[in-house]
T-cell receptor, first 115, second 112 residues
Framework: EPEVTQTPSHQVTQMGQEVILHCVPI?????FYWYRQILGQKVEFLVS????????KSEIFDDQFSVERPDGSNFTLKIRSTKLEDSAMYFC?????????????FGPGTRLTVT | GNSVTQMEGPVTLSEEAFLTINCTYT??????LFWYVQYPGEGLQLLLK?????DKGSNKGFEATYRKETTSFHLEKGSVQVSDSAVYFC???????????FGKGTRLHILP
């Protein structure tokens, strides 16, 4: 069964460093998302992406964050200058289309630890 | 705004007990409703869904019915197993290309 993959599974970085989290969505999907889950808290929406542009972003997704789909298969989340509070599990998701039979498929997540 | 409220955890039950995890939602319009499960050390997996009022989603012995009149989507299972120990998230979205809004999650512990 097709699945969303994410790399790395765990990333440790120092405060102020840039990190890029990688996702490979399901190949025929068109809508892409990033969510995050701070340890013990709820999963929060960060950004949605369609047709090579951001369709919606939350208040969490400030100027330090950016997304890109560089080559038609990868979907990346960049954090320019990490802060301690960016430590979280980051989930990528994708879906094929709008409509009642379509759902978002989540990757296994990347655990980001900022020290 | 749209939101999901679910019962606080942790919930601890003995094996073979009956499970209910309450979930209510607030939404403008008619959302699709979901239950996601997160097993220890793993990502989010869709457990079941319902896309319109009175639909019942079911999977792995779990069930939830979309109740528009009470804006609820309670998760139930007749006989839980130790392997059901996980965090369960109730969630909604308004359109298939829209963000998913999650509840805070309910941690479930099943004792042998």
């Amino acid at each position: 069964e097709p699945e969303v993959t994410q790399t790395p599974s765990h990333q440790v970085t120092q405060m102020g460093q840039e990190v890029i989290l990688h996702c490979v969505p399901i190949s025929n999907h068109l809508y892409f998302y990033w969510y995050r889950q701070i340890l013990g808290q709820k999963v929060e929406f960060l950004v949605s992406f369609y047709n090579n542009e951001i369709s919606e972003k939350s208040e969490i997704f400030d100027d330090q964050f950016s997304v890109e789909r560089p080559d038609g298969s990868n979907f990346t989340l960049k954090i320019r200058s990490t802060k301690l509070e960016d430590s979280a599990m980051y989930f990528c998701a994708s879906t094929i289309s709008v409509g009642s039979n379509y759902e978002q498929y989540f990757g296994p997540g990347t655990r980001l630890t900022v020290t | 705004g749209n939101s999901v409220t679910q019962m606080e955890g942790p919930v601890t039950l003995s094996e073979e007990a009956f499970l209910t995890i309450n979930c209510t939602y607030t939404a403008t319009g008619y959302p699709s409703l979901f239950w996601y499960v997160q097993y220890p050390g793993e990502g989010l997996q869709l457990l079941l869904k319902a896309t319109k009022a009175d639909d019942k989603g079911s999977n792995k012995g779990f069930e939830a019915t979309y109740r528009k009149e009470t804006t609820s989507f309670h998760l139930e299972k007749g006989s839980v197993q130790v392997s059901d120990s996980a965090v369960y998230f109730c969630a909604l979205n308004m359109n298939r290309d829209d963000k998913i809004i999650f509840g805070k999650g309910t941690r479930l512990h099943i004792l042998p």
